[in-house]
């Protein structure tokens, strides 16, 4: 276990439904660490994404405990999550979820707007920086909807980064890229976890995918059925993925 | 200012939309402006038509038949009374104007010239030739004159109630407006009347007084029927002479409110199933903000915002709708003026951005409680 601990979950378990209750996460227990690249596997409807939602203080577990940055995140009301949530983490859906009232850039800047900070000059050169990384530069003042869908998922990841997270949560990123789109996005995840700092947990099915980081935690039926450091070297001879 | 800024960017992707919400308060607005102008303006000039050039309370003896005596003790007590704003002691004499075969019966009302000109406006009113300064001197109506073909420097002949014959001599013509006053009343100086009626200097028919709020005279008659000084003396009430015209401005009133509150309430529905609309179209863009940490207040504020934007820009737009419709109205053959109300254009103003407020709120709070996962699960 890493030193700086990023995510500590403890007995993490989630149940939808009050007359006929669904179990979606029973009893998941991992830490990530700082500057961890990490991937979430599991077939559908094993309790990936929803993990993922309360890492991310989108939704609030049934029981357990979840430590982000060693805070209990149990005594938060929603103004405390939605705060953390912007300082915090970063999202990546796999739907790229643009505002399209708005330009490229001012998409980007909305975390740090929303933190509070005031579209000064400084903002747009960290806004223009962002997406220099993610070779944007070029169609920063067009609108959102007026760029390819694989431009707009790096926007997305653009506007993930912009507040500098502790740890960027992705589902599914590269769901609904082609190939190439797919190799450039966890080349720019590479990059950034290397070059910021910044730790990844990434949910994907796509095991091929999962054995380019450097964890792999599987999930089945909501539970945590393998955790494998290095899995270039270990990795499970039977692909569960779709 | 993120959420003005959101509200704004949204409205602005909507043109069509938000316009016609706007054009929708904007009528509201002038439709309240403009009735309730119109009403009123046609309110203040009935009421001013009817009791501006008349006695607001008329004190006179109980016993109709015997004069009033006004004592000393009486016009200290009105003159000190700060309601009362104007106080005119007069002689009513009726008399027979005759002319030729012609006559006709005419109530002739003596009073000091400047007491007639005060509560008649006679000096605004007068068409032709001067007021009455010297006693035998008199001013008839318009419609009386030209009945008769009567004009300034014309000698008047009336019968006297005991058959004596006067000459008296027409020195104005007026025009108050009213055919009551301007077809059977002449006005003279009060030696006339009282010599003919044979009183006393200190005798009147009545007394008539104009108040500083008209619609106070009933606490007025009761301050004043338990003074020592009134005892003897009756009282007439306006507001009970002129009971039905009461009664029909208050109908007229009633009417315009009325029309003035479902212009409201259907602009209101207006702005609320709009705002609604919008709500549910931008919910996905919501949901990605609060998952990128705004605030349940802040996303709340959103619609408030829109509202705002569009109550103020709708109502701005009203007031001028409004504002050039009277405008314009006042061009045609009005019979009163038009008087617009600073306070109540204002107090429309604010009711048209208020609506558009509270128009907001439930669409504000569903947004305020949206919960991001919804969305993110939604799209998934």
Redesign the interface.
Known sequence: MPDDVLVLAEKLSKVYGDVVPTPALTDVSFSLGCNEFASIIGRSGSGKSTLLNLIGLLDTPTSGRLLLNDRDTAGLDRDGRAKLRNTFVGFVFQFHHLLPEFSVIENVCMPAIIRGERQSAELLDRARDTLDTLALTDVADKNANEISGGQKQRVAIARALMNRPQLVLADEPTGNLDTENTDLVYELFRKVNREWGTGFLIVTHDRAIAQQTDRIIELSDGRLVQDVADPGADLPAESRGA | M?SFR?AV??L??SPGQSVLIIAGIAVGIAVQIFVGTLITSLQANLLDTTIGNASHVTLQNADDKKPLLYTPAIRRVLASDTRVKLIVPDRVLSVIFSKGTDSAPINVVGAAPSDINAIYKMKRHLVSGRLVSAAGDVILGKSFAAKYQLKPGDPVLVVLPGGEQQKLTLVGIFDVGTSAVNDRIGFTTPDFPRRALGMAASEYSDIQTQLTDPFRSQAVIRSWEGLEVFKGVQFKDWQVENAQLLVGLQSQGSSSYMIQAFVLIAVALGIASTLAISAVQKT??IG???????????AGLVFLWEAAVLGGCGTLLGLVFGVGLLQLFALGPLTFPIVLDPAFVAGSCAIGVAVALLSAIIPSRGTSRLD??EV??G??
Request: without cysteine; glycine residues 8%; positive net charge.
């Open positions: 993120l959101i960017r949204f602005r992707t996905r863009q990605i903000l609060k998952a990128m940490g705004l605030t349940d207040r802040r991001p996962i993110i699960q799209a998934g």
